[in-house]
């Protein structure tokens, strides 16, 4: 097995997306995983959040779905500064594009559990740890 040069990882593309229909609006949206810089920075911000206690204003899931609603070119369609539209928008419709997002990234529980599965599944059985 050959191993990946420099070049090789920096035109990888590898920021997954999926397309999922959100029944709150009527419609299919085109999500995408954060890149690592978007990663670290939502990431930094939030554990900046919770350690000054300042999450009630935060808007944490529109926070998130603003960076990763794609059109069909993979180019954002929303700015940071809409997160306060967003957010006015349904919870479970947020939610929706969260869960994806998250799963997307790498990050959050539902993650985990799926890079354990796939673990598990490429080792051919059971985890030790279930």
Do not use: H
């Not at 995983?33 to 944490?60: I, P, Q, V, Y």
């Not at 919870?91 to 969260?98: K, N, Q, S």
Request: charged share 35%; glycine share 8%; hydrophobic share 40%.
């Amino acid at each position: 097995m050959a191993l990946l040069n420099k070049k090789a990882i920096l035109e990888a593309e590898d920021l997954t997306t999926e397309d999922i229909y959100i029944p709150e609006w009527e419609g299919t949206v085109r999500v995408r995983g954060l890149n690592g810089s978007e990663r670290d920075s939502f990431e930094m911000k939030m554990a900046a959040a919770n350690k000054s206690g300042a999450t009630k204003d935060l808007d944490f899931r529109a926070s998130l779905v603003v960076k990763c609603i794609v059109d069909e070119n993979g180019e954002r369609i929303f700015t940071d500064k809409e997160v306060p539209q967003l957010a006015k928008k349904s919870g479970a419709a947020l939610d929706r594009v969260f869960d994806v997002v998250q799963r997307l990234s790498g990050i959050g529980k539902k993650a985990k559990e799926d890079d354990a599965a796939d673990f598990d599944q490429a080792a051919g059985g059971d985890s030790p740890s279930a």
